[in-house]
């Protein structure tokens, strides 16, 4: 009986964070703005995007971004170094870097985006050991969809069980005026084309306005997801769907924030996001009981004292075991983004 109540009070207990050690990855240089890093694991090797601009108060993040790539190990995180990259058919004023690992491939989203000039998507596809050339040579596919009008593609592409490359985005829906709804777009032709899989939840149907979505697989067939609500008090919604993304029931999660990103561990889904639930800007990480249904903050990451907007995107994997390895950007008063990362422990 002791042993019994034992195993159902740890059972019981939240997790909670400690971090092993936290380190700079992009140095903050006065004038350069470093932003929205996303990173995936393959094997021991670690594999980075980021976007790095110039700084410009008329420009939100800055102007002439350009997606850089970098790589790293499991063993050494903190240890990073540049890939050499061209694109076939570059641009310029990149701004999203999103990198994942779907389908047996890397896949990397950027977009070209001008405030009030232009805004387009991109997805480029390419193997671990292409990174063994002298470059990485990279083609972008536009990334073009119907049904609504596409704001930005956020959270990491999936694979779906029926085999479908899967695409979380947000933008407008017919006679929604300047309110976001996300969605969810499936190709089978590894990113050519794209077709129209769900619209996750209306924005004006349900009273919110709902943008950044990132989502795990807890099962074949079953999904998770976070949504970012910028009606105050910035309330993240919850999203699940049982039939592999055609349908999500929507509940709110209780974690105040913007810009989710989650990660499937070996002890459970853990999401890290711009924490807004404290007086000073954060970083944070939740866990997510799937027995219970429910999201939980474990800890603050890193907070910072610059403007909420110009930090606090970052993205998680995980190391094995207890262990997570997490990478964010910040902000001072100089408003001169850099990136940084951590080796976290869950508790």
Known sequence: ETLKACKIFRKLQPLNISIEKQFSIIPKIKGEYHSFPTVVKEGNQLLMAVRSAKVDVDQPHGREGEVRLYHSTVDAPEAWQQVPLEFVNNGEWELDAILSSAGGQLRLVSRHFRHEVYNDCF???????????????????????????????YGHLQQAADGALLLPLYGLLPGSGQITSPGLYHSYDQG????????LVDSGQVGKYLNELSMVQLAEGEWLGLVRDNHDPCNMCQLRSVDDGYSWELKESGLYGHAPMLCKTPMGVVAIYRDVGRLEASVSIAHFDRGLDQWSHLGVVRSYSGNRYNGGYGDVVSLGANRIFVLYYLSDEDESPWVEGAVVELQ
């Open 192 to 199: 050519k084309s794209w077709s129209l899989r769900s619209i």
């Open 123 to 153: 997805l480029s596809n390419f193997k671990l050991e292409d990174l063994a050339k002298d470059k990485l040579l990279l083609e972008k596919m536009p990334i073009q969809i119907e049904e609504m009008n596409l704001a930005a593609i």
